[in-house]
């Protein structure tokens, strides 16, 4: 189907083009300053312009791009004469139940993830804090999942969930009389898989952002609850938890953007969101509108969701927790 712009996408054209001409005038005292400042301070802006020029490639563009595509009937019929057509792919998105269910999914993905990433994390973390043998050495052992890259590993686990060769059903077999799961056969079986893979990938970096403000705590508060008769869930709760938020949040925050958006578990261990699409998050589901099914309209319009829900949920987390708050 090839769409054909109405009304509306005429209408967002010009209010695109008023909008260019109108930023100009709204940052005008930031271009004059602009202007002044390379004339007073060129090699400045000459030593910043790598910099700048590698991010608007990077960053600004493609983002800029995706939002064009996402009002457009940019497809492999219209590869070269595609149009703007409006908000047709923003309607589809929200109109289709599969998104809808993809959502609730991806959700609960992130939140059961990012759960035992910092339950884990924190609990490995005031282990290794602890005077323990070999304590370098389980430091490293337990930085390693975090260490390896993230295909290698998930290609690993993948072939570790095999259900006639893998290794995990050989051990439920022959050790626990188990009969062999079908880990990439079943839809519940293979999201359990990806999420056991994800959460051993992402606990590590809890554990050392944990370990790191465990560390920076002074240990003569903990001595002088000890004077006070304070137990040790009193001190993990009135010490360790309070001196560890600032550390851990911003860390939080980071880990639900990751597992939100994290297309490499998902696409690899279930092999593109099998069986039968019923293991895909909205970031894989976005990857296979895009190559698989080449509907790129489509596909911006749902990334342009994801990063509105990503960038509501943290700022409302930073302003919430507070995270930030001492930069200012």
Known sequence: EIRKPDLIGKLLIWIVLIFIFLIPY????????????????????????????????VVIFPFLYNVVISVSNFSLR????????????????????????????TIMWTATNLFFHVLLGVALAILINRTLPAKR??????????AVPQYISALSWRGMFNQEYGSINLVLTKYFNMDAVQWLGQPFEA?????LTNVWLGFPFMMVIALGGLQSIPKELYEAARVDGASRFQQFKNITIPMLKPVMMPAIILGMIWTFNNINVVWLVSNGGEPSDQ??????????????????????????????????????SINK???????Y
């Open 279 to 316: 293991t895909h998050i909205l970031v894989s589901f976005v990857y296979k509108a895009a190559f698989n099914l080449y509907r790129y309209g489509y596909a911006a319009a749902l990334s342009m969701v994801i990063f509105v829900i990503l960038l509501t949920a943290g700022v409302l």
């Open 26 to 57: 709204y940052f005008r005292k930031n271009i004059i300053e602009f202007v002044y400042g390379l004339k007073e301070n060129s090699d400045a802006y000459y030593f910043i312009l790598p910099a700048f020029s590698a991010v608007f490639l």
């Open 78 to 105: 219209t590869f070269r004469d595609w149009e703007i057509i409006g908000f047709y792919h923003y309607i589809n998105v929200f109109k289709d139940p599969f998104f809808y269910s993809i959502l609730g999914k």
């Open 137 to 146: 050495l389980l430091r490293t052992l337990l930085i390693i999942p975090w």
């Open 191 to 195: 999201f359990l898989a990806c999420f």
């Open 321 to 327: 927790s507070k995270s930030t708050e001492s930069m």
